[in-house]
């Protein structure tokens, strides 16, 4: 992860945007927020596979760290810390509750998806991989998501689950295995 966001060429980078956050710059939160609240959101919506329930964690993520950004050491740690928040806030919502199936419908309704038959194989894939990876353990689903969705390294997981890299590693093969094991159809 890099100090600087994936608008970062639109305006100030990340380091300087929490540091006037912190100052009490509702502006530069607010653009923290609208840099990071998509990826935030695909984690949720990925490891709790509800729609309203991802919002909701999103949302508590993002007034957590408005409350919390004075407790916020390092600048640079923001977006680690965001993912550690989002991911823990899923945990506990995932042991509070069962969760349900949601088709990521988006994916199956974009561009290259334009013939019916595609579009309703791509559909049944993902209905099959979110059914999946609700059966795995909240910890492997995690480590899988951050790793195989948002491109994190071993390191920055292990930073947000708060375990070890050879934990994450071991999480991550197991969750590997399981799903390839049970896409094996799609293949």
Known sequence: MTATGPAAETGPDDVTLVYRA???????FETLVLRYQGAMY?????????????????????LCAWRRLPQLHNDSAFVAWLYRMTTNHCLNAIRARK???EIDSEIAQSPRC???EHAVQVRT?????NSALQLLTPEQRACWLLREVHGLSYEEI??????????????????????????KPWQ
């Open 125 to 129: 894939q993902l209905a099959a991989l």
């Open 99 to 101: 969760p349900t199936i």
């Open 42 to 62: 695909r984690l949720a919506l990925r490891m709790l596979n509800n729609r309203a329930d991802a919002e909701d964690v999103v949302q508590d993520v993002f």
């Open 22 to 28: 912190r100052d009490g710059d509702l502006r530069s």
């Open 114 to 116: 334009t013939h019916p």
């Open 158 to 183: 292990g930073d947000i689950v708060e375990v070890n890299t050879t934990a994450v590693r071991g999480r991550i093969a197991r969750a590997r295995a399981y799903l390839s094991e049970v896409m």
